[in-house]
């Protein structure tokens, strides 16, 4: 059975830090480029942060402005997000999904086959 296991959101105050994890199991991770996508109430689903299967390549959304980081680790199947600066704008939930697609696509969700269930992120002023 696929899975993705997102963890690590929670409640934090404008300026804090959280490290998201993805870790996924029943598929051939180190086949797939994973992103992190997010999606607030009302707002469709959008890229964060994309990885390539070799981390090579990354591609992070310009209105981070460095603010977070996409890492992974092949041995352990897990990709993690770790998000620092964290502003109300920041609230969402936020989703891991994994695609074979060609990296051109890492940003578009449709091209994406497998997803977790989501994790919440808030962040209060």
């Known amino acids: 059975e696929v899975q993705l296991q997102a963890s690590g959101g929670g409640l934090v105050q404008a300026g804090g830090s959280l490290r998201l994890s993805c870790a996924a199991s029943?598929?051939?991770?180190?086949?797939?480029?994973i992103g992190w996508f997010r999606q607030a109430p009302g707002k469709e689903r959008g890229a964060v942060a994309c990885?390539?299967?070799?981390?090579?390549?990354?591609y992070y959304a310009d209105f981070l402005k460095g603010r977070f980081t996409i890492s992974r680790d092949n041995a352990k199947n897990t990709v993690y997000l770790q998000m620092n600066n964290l502003q109300p704008e920041d609230t969402a939930v936020y989703y891991c999904?994994?695609?074979?697609?060609?990296?051109?696509?890492?940003?578009?969700?449709?091209?994406?086959?497998?997803w977790g269930q989501g994790t919440q992120v808030t962040v209060s002023s």
């Open positions: 990885i390539d299967d070799t981390s090579l390549t990354k």
């Open positions: 029943g598929f051939t991770f180190d086949d797939y480029h």
């Open positions: 999904g994994a695609t074979r697609a060609p990296w051109r696509y890492c940003r578009i969700s449709s091209r994406y086959a497998y």
